[in-house]
């Protein structure tokens, strides 16, 4: 008699998700999704196979969570990957001790853009794993997370897409002993919020450039518009992007 499925059943489910050939064609990086019941949600790791099926697939990396959206450079150096790793290091790849983590992990009470407003943390970043060997490290650090990324025809840049409106946090306001803001919030438009990633429509993804030499990132687009999906033509010099930029 066949066993029937029970809820515990569920951890043990392993979904890949996002495949990725390299430029030669020998090899393919795949996401792999699996549930943590401990944790009340999902884990996410970035695997490597042969594609002549003569090894089995290894898991790649470990990030703190999340381990996401492999883009092989054209040139065949890098992995490109998003990871909230910056998490639980810093940007040099130590570990944070734990008065990071405790700045890390608390939510952004008394962390607020210039006129008042609520900043989410941006531990979702661009990653690089050399292929010929090393440890991956941190490339973007933007104010916000980085949602997706695309490389340049010839490997030098990245276009990804993140709410960020400038490479720092604006300054916190001191306290200047006037009374407390409103906790209410005046929102008249339809995409306003996510499941899991909370408010929205004050952060607008857009378009940035990411120099691979040295992580310098500056913005493409602005505006209230949702500027995503970016692709580059062949000789790299435009990239076309969905945008919606109508009223709701």
Known sequence: MPKLPTTADLASLRVPTDVRLSPDGRSACYVVK???PDQAGYRTAV??????GSEPGRQLTLGASH??????SPDGRW????????????KGGAPRDKEDMKRADATPVGLKDPVGRDIPRGNVQVWLLPLAGGEAHQLTDLPQDVGALEWSPDSSRLCIVSGATSVKLPESKKDTGDPPRRDIRLIDELAYQLNGAGFIYEFPPKLWIV???????????????????????????????VTNRGSD
């Open 34 to 36: 699996a549930s943590t």
């Open 79 to 90: 992995l490109a990957f998003l990871s909230d790793r910056g998490s639980v290091l810093r």
């Open 211 to 241: 120099d691979v030499a040295d992580g310098n990132a500056r913005r493409l687009t602005s505006g209230r518009s949702s500027d995503e999906q970016p692709a580059w033509s062949p000789d790299g010099k435009r990239i076309a992007y």
């Open 67 to 72: 381990d996401a959206a492999p883009r092989w």
């Open 47 to 52: 695997w490597l196979v042969p594609t002549d």
